[in-house]
């Protein structure tokens, strides 16, 4: 398996092209030989990279779809989901206690990708205008981040009550970029627009805010500060952390060390008569079956996490316009939370 096509191409079991980098004028030319995979994978969203999407012509030349759709969405193709997150960093997110004195801010937002198909830094820039938002990013910066490291997000984030999790995309589901995972590891209160069954990948049931539940940003903003106001009610956001995720995302983890590599070995693997040894069929039997463990809890959360947006307005996507509402005030905090 290889995504060199110059050095390893015409010999390899498997061909691995990545959707942000595909090359067009190599992938159309190219031979495909009748032993060989082809595979495309990628991390972001189909919405940023039509190429991925099913009514894009490149899936007539290949086999395999490995992105991070934990289900399958074209009818034909060997689907591969790819984890963002190994079990091991999943563990890592009971280990932080979040404590209420080291919150010296309310709101956060880091970005660097100011040009987003989804116009999140204008709805970011009109929260702005209703409640303090500190931004350390190229986008809408308004904090000193000279001092900030690799390592400077995570416990930046830690510092502050919430974290605005935009993503580049709404509306593409099981789109929930690295930042949410972050954000959760941080002990911050993720707000998130993004994907709709977010709440699939929620560590709790009162983990994250959506911010879809809101009829407008005012509504969003009220709440935001109602939370500044109210440690009791804040902390339940937060009470995961020291109770422990839920069972199922526990399960989740337990299903992250599935390799998507190994899935599409194994893709390979079924099309040749291979003999395998028994220390082999041992581990092919064990990813075969965290392999169904996987496509049964996905099922499960799908269902679990079908709740729909209590928002009665999806205000999120239409471009908004420049300017915004008053400027905001600790003394409004007046909101009460929905139900």
Not at 73 to 92: A, D, F, K, M, T
Not at 128 to 154: E, F, I, K, W
Not at 307 to 320: E, F, L, S
């Amino acid at each position: 398996m290889t995504s060199d096509v110059a050095k390893h191409g015409p010999r390899a079991d498997v061909l691995v092209y990545h959707a942000p980098e595909l090359d067009w004028d190599r992938f159309w030319a190219a031979p495909k030989p009748q032993h060989q995979l082809w595979a495309l994978h990628s991390m972001e969203s189909e919405e940023a990279y039509t190429v991925q999407q099913a009514a894009a012509p490149t899936w007539q030349r290949l086999d395999i779809q490995a992105n991070y759709k934990l289900s399958a969405v074209l009818p034909g193709l060997i689907h591969v989901p790819v984890p963002y997150l190994n079990s091991g960093q999943y563990r890592g997110f009971t280990k932080r206690r979040p404590v209420m004195y080291t919150k010296t801010g309310l709101v956060l937002w880091m970005h660097n990708n100011c040009d987003a198909v989804s116009y999140r830094q204008q709805l970011v820039q009109q929260l702005m205008q209703l409640l303090p938002v500190d931004s350390p990013g190229a986008c809408l910066r308004n904090m000193d981040a000279s001092g900030l490291n690799s390592a400077a997000p995570t416990e930046l984030m830690a510092r502050y009550k919430f974290y605005l999790v935009f993503e580049n995309v709404f509306g593409d589901p099981d789109w929930v970029s690295s930042t949410f995972f972050r954000a959760l590891d941080a002990g911050t209160v993720p707000v998130v627009l993004g994907a709709p069954n977010v709440l699939k990948f929620a560590p709790g049931p009162r983990s994250i805010i959506r911010a879809c539940d809101f009829n407008s940003q005012q509504d969003l903003a009220g709440y935001l500060l109602y939370l500044d106001s109210n440690d009791t009610a804040y902390r339940e956001y937060l009470s995961w952390k020291e109770a422990g995720p839920s069972a199922d995302f526990r399960s989740l983890m337990r299903t992250a060390d599935l390799s998507p590599w190994c899935e599409m070995c194994i893709a390979a693997a079924q099309r040749t008569p291979w003999a395998f040894d028994g220390t082999t069929q041992q581990a092919l039997a064990a990813h075969q079956h965290t392999k169904q463990e996987f496509d049964r809890l996905n099922a499960q959360l799908d269902r679990d996490a079908s709740m729909p947006c209590r928002g009665k307005t999806a205000w999120w996507q239409v471009q908004p316009a420049e300017g915004g509402a008053a400027l905001w005030t600790r003394d409004d905090a007046v909101h009460v939370p929905p139900g």
